[in-house]
């Protein structure tokens, strides 16, 4: 893929063990290849030790083509044993949302996707139903919907696996998408899936949160953004916030309450992540904001 | 107990089944007896079927004395089958603190009584070590001290609750007491005692709070404040609340962050408690803010 | 208007000089005619000696049909000199939205009562521009397009007073409406108007708020809903929120920020209004929550 | 000064017109200088073109001492036309603290600084009144009383100017101190001044911010930490929060939440004051948090 515009905005992330030298040796590289760093961020993890960075940078009229900064950038990783990750502007990642019957967080990806607020292309809608057929049609995004029931579970799934490879999808967003995934489906799923809870983890992590937190008096009610993986609602935190009740608010109030809070965070998440904001860390996740 | 002024501020709390009438009759009482109610508030819950209800009142020159219409209230609460309380403003109930070495719950709640924040004498400071005294001193409060190991728990919890008798103390503050009490004494407590829980309930409610919310990469930490039930840390909860951190944070920074939620929590149950805005529901309590 | 259901929501709201006596006679005479209060709220203010009553209630099979019950109300009020408003819950109001260009509370507003978040009919949108007949056609919500410009600003905004006299409008909605309301419309309204404000009053009210607020280096971008006056953004406050920001917020990122705090503080305050639970007080409101 | 132990921390603050290659430059020289690069923020001001970055670092055995190094630094920042500043973690700042009557910013800040969370030494409290004598002594820090009325107000500041210059001082809090400081005083103070304002600027920025807060019903209080220039309160802003209020908080009430609010706002500028994390910009400043 070779790239013929003068300009080019990059996005590189790196992880690897601390040592002296490793911020020196990456912006001198970028620097030597006619790259300007706009923004960089690093964090140096005291309890593991580990380093992670994320540089946003331009590469200037005498830089190399994007292959050849790759392929330079992948040579420099080797000799510095870093893991790394590198991305461009003008290729947004193509994402695919996944839904039941509740449509809220539906409708907050796909407005704020038009109003410039998400730098992706929406693919396609997945669904175990049809209604949210039409939210799909008002923004002319292809809808795929894949009936589920205990019968045909692992059939289903890999239809959605077949699908995101298919539409070569880099994002999957579990926007209220109410089905327990097999740990099966998330090995083999080529792109990594963000959920949204609806709940404040480590809490309430069963059925009917918004009852529960009514019953046992709480004062706030909460959502956390996470990264899917095999073990139920314990994958890595991405965003999480909370909202203010109290014992006036009615389920229904809480439910509302949970709507609104639920949205800001998966969006949220989901911008971090089509930012590349989010380095993988052992366990928990750092995310430049 | 008589009282000679002509005005006095009391404040009614009651609870009850809900029915037609009450309100009607509750208010029409104060108004016969030559009371004005100057602030209201009710709840009727719709899960319980329970009713709450609290009135600050003033009571002008043609009311009854103290006494009367206290006898009076009594009568109408046998008649309505009310669960009440009454209490004046005159009358501030007396606290006793009980801390360990951590002193930033006990500063805080000795200031804000000294910015008249908290209307309550300070009756004492109780402490299993001698590290605080020199705090008490200098708000000129006695200090016991009563240190505590594994061979005389029994014995100091009783010393505890004599001490709580002696100075007829009407609620215990938990400033970061860190002994777990035995059911046997809560039970045997003459006062309600409210803690300060330093985690944001039901979460992490484990030892070293801070280090599972930095691993587990939480994006705030909180602080929860409860009465105190002989199941630990499951008591009602009166207040909570919550600071934003990140990745950023070391768990020096939370625990820093932990100290200041810890003790605009405590203080906020406190002053609630102090001001009988609090009634008691099964379960949870209800909260008039 | 007979109404022939056995069991009637109403509220009740109702405010006046504070003397002894009002909650006792009020609840005294729902209470003789058959209703239940469900929930009551009160606030006797200091400062202006104002009492502000709210109360919900339900009329029960032996109440007096809802003619009578008004009837009754307004002798009631009469004597004890009350300015009051008595709503029913199976009457919602009818709505109408004033937008421009900018859609994201019209959404917001459109797909919160698809969600059933906001008892109300939206019986129409109004722009002075075409774009977002579409938003509206979505919802299936009748559009009208009244263009202005400096020559016919009169015309223009007689058409829109027309307009929500025909449709028998009870509350307009200004989501993002960007023109400037001449005193002679806003005094004609045939209904109360709530407008959202881009930033936190009293703070840069003027143009371009997340420029000056990024140019001040403040630390949150805020929200303000409040009733329109004849006095430009002066009008009571209805609600308020914030959301932290930082140098790192570029103005696009304030703007989106805004858009999020816009919408949610939007939606409280017409939903508020919307369930009766505003009272008008001398230069500000009373908001029952 | 030179330093004998073999790791030093150091924090460097430099900011200079963005432009290729001084990232690499930076980190270049100080790892060719035997320092290891703890933590790095950087940001580069779409707005006005300015680059920030902040390093803290950590010189190990084989790099020079201190002040080879700092000339070393000097001799950079002259090439790269860099604006800089250096300080070292063993070298805790001298603070003086200014207030009046009101004593719960000097109590937390006193109470933060035995806590360990505020790296300084305080060298001294001075104040325009006597009752604040006895809160200094408590934590053993001298207090100078210097009383000011209209006939001596240039003498006492003059006063102030010498006793913070005798005293080294480099960090002066106004700590609720009430009096207006002249431009003169301001120009000629021998260290930066950071002022809590008892109030959300720019919003009521005159007497009785919470009279007025109350009067025009908003549903929050806040407080703004800001540096002290010669055009009052209008210096570059640091840090700011808010607590929500309703109409149902006296003035009383704003004023304790106000309290709490500047106590916060206050420490946390503080802290990032003591710990090099702001750099000056034009208007504002930048805070690497």
Known sequence: ??????????????????????VSAVSGHLYANGCTILHADQYSDPDTGLF?????????????????????????????????RLSWSDQPKRVALLVSRQDHCLWDIL???????LPC??????????????????????????????GNRAEQEGRITELLAREQIQLGILARYMQ??????????????????????????GARPYHQARQRGVKFVGATAHYVTSELDAGPIIAQDVIRCSHLDSVEDLTCKGRDVERLVL??????????????????VVVFE
């Open 52 to 84: 992670y960075q994320r540089i946003a940078f331009e590469s200037g009229d005498e830089a190399p083509d994007r292959d050849e900064l790759t392929e330079g950038f992948a040579a420099l990783a080797a000799t510095q044993e870093l893991d790394w």
């Open 111 to 117: 407005l704020r996707r038009r109003w410039g607020e």
């Open 180 to 205: 327990i995934l097999s740990p099966e489906f998330i090995e083999a799923a080529p792109c990594p899936l963000i959920n949204i809870h609806h709940s404040f983890l480590p809490a309430f992590s």
């Open 1 to 22: 893929m070779v790239d013929t515009i003068s300009f080019m905005h990059g996005t590189l992330l790196f992880w690897c063990p601390d040592r002296p030298g490793i």
């Open 267 to 284: 969006a949220r998440a989901v911008r971090w992540h089509l930012e590349d904001r989010i380095l993988p860390g052992p366990g928990r």
């Open 121 to 150: 292309e929406i693919a396609c809608v997945i669904s175990n139903h049809e209604v949210t057929k039409d939210v799909a049609a008002t923004f002319d995004v292809p809808f795929h919907v894949l009936p589920v029931d205990d």
